[in-house]
């Protein structure tokens, strides 16, 4: 049985549909979730990034603006500092494609 089987409430999918043979799936999320708390911890800052492509958002939003037209005002949402993602430059962004809120 492998170390991260303690944390799954039952047993595997794979388990149930191969007639109670246990199985070595090539992933398994759980596995590497326990390696991580185990060994990668202190570097989870290091294993996360996100991009974000003004380029898409400013074409998301020119779509928004066709698809309601111009007599709808349009209105972008940046919460909580856009999750992260620079609340300044995501309404910069908005702002320059229209956005009137």
Do not use: C
């Amino acid at each position: 049985m492998y170390p991260a089987a303690r944390y799954l409430p039952t047993r595997s999918v794979a388990t149930h549909i191969l007639d109670g043979r246990e199985v070595a799936p090539a992933f398994r999320p759980t596995l590497l979730a326990w390696v991580f708390r185990q060994f990668l911890w202190w570097k989870e800052s290091l294993l996360n990034w996100v991009e974000i492509d003004a380029a898409a958002l400013r074409h998301n939003l020119q779509g928004f603006r066709q698809a309601v037209g111009s007599r709808v005002a349009l209105g972008a949402v940046v919460k909580s500092n856009a999750y992260g993602h620079g609340m300044l430059e995501t309404a910069r962004i908005a702002v320059a494609a229209k956005a009137e809120w």
